[in-house]
């Protein structure tokens, strides 16, 4: 059995007035957990819809299990090894309320995770915010950034480079933006635009070992206490591909800009803990080639750092 992170034995309403029993149990079955894929989705990192938040509808098998995402409505296979973050347990009533839920919005008539997500951040407003559910918050402020920079199926940003493309993807658990650039050579440009991108936070490279090609970047998003402090950082996330996309992009970064501009930016976490609003102008979009922040700090490196380049 996987550690017990966290519990909170709080209500959470829905159209499925999906309430938590109070109790701790024995078994996973109709457990509300945060997951993460087994195995991981074919196009590699997050499926855009899913949110990482599932309620578990098999019993644990070895280390993996079935669950219901509470983001997309879809059915996943969950990885439970190491530690996880249980929220609460479902009635059996509910729990087969949500799986012929699922199995009706899975027709070819409906729309994919129709109605779901909305639930889903109901949800997590009840819930709160805290060390245990902030992955889940900082999940959901970086899709509605992959919606409006580059809405695809995967949840991550590319970035097209001179030599190659720069795929961003997020690591919600440790905080963690994992940058991979697909040429095998260092690109000095992406780097200082990197660092001038992300003034101030901890930036490190690192090269492959199993072979393949490639420089890997991780941006450290700081750790935030509240849920205004990690809004606040997120909106310094979304700058920092702001300048990106201006420095490397300047066409798509235009056209991005305009529609910015005309309909403001998702902000689903405005949302919540009290706050209205769905989308925000508070990011306002550079620019073209706009310098964005002070003078950085140098990018740190698994390697030397010598005159404020990495190697």
Request: hydrophobic content about 35%.
């Amino acid at each position: 059995m996987a550690n017990v992170v966290g519990i909170n034995e709080t209500a959470l309403g829905s159209r499925e007035a999906l309430i938590f029993t109070g109790r701790c149990e024995s078994s996973l079955r109709a457990a509300v957990v945060s997951y993460r894929d087994a195995p991981p989705s074919p196009e590699g990192g997050h499926r855009l819809e899913d949110l990482g938040l599932g309620v578990v509808i098999d019993e644990v098998a070895g280390s993996t299990t079935t669950v219901l995402d509470l983001g997309s409505g879809q059915i996943r296979r969950a990885d439970l090894r190491g530690p996880i973050v249980i929220l609460g347990w479902l009635y059996p009533s509910t729990l087969r309320g949500l799986v012929a839920r699922a199995t009706t919005s899975s027709g070819p008539d409906s729309s994919p995770g129709e109605g779901w997500w909305h639930d889903a951040l109901r949800l997590l407003d009840r819930v709160g915010y805290s060390a245990e559910t902030r992955p889940l918050f900082l999940r959901v402020g970086f899709r509605d950034m992959v919606e409006d920079l580059d809405l695809h199926e995967s949840l991550a940003i590319r970035v097209l480079l001179p030599g190659g493309v720069a795929r961003a993807e997020l690591d919600p658990t440790d905080s963690v933006l994992c940058i991979q650039t697909s040429d095998g050579k260092r690109d000095l440009d992406f780097e200082t635009a990197l660092v001038d991108g992300f003034p101030g936070w901890t930036i490190e490279r690192t090269v492959p070992t199993d072979g393949s090609e490639g420089q890997s970047y991780r941006v450290q998003i700081p750790h935030t206490r509240s849920l205004a402090e990690l809004r606040r950082e997120l909106r310094r996330v979304r700058r920092g591909f702001h300048h990106l996309l201006s420095r490397f992009e300047p066409r798509r970064y235009q056209a991005i800009r305009e529609m910015l501009c005309g309909f403001g930016e998702r902000d689903s976490l405005a949302t919540l803990g009290g706050q209205t609003g769905a989308r925000t102008t508070t990011s306002i979009a550079p620019s073209n080639g706009a310098f964005m922040g002070v003078a950085p700090d140098p990018l740190q490196s698994t390697y030397p750092v010598t005159s404020g380049r990495v190697h």
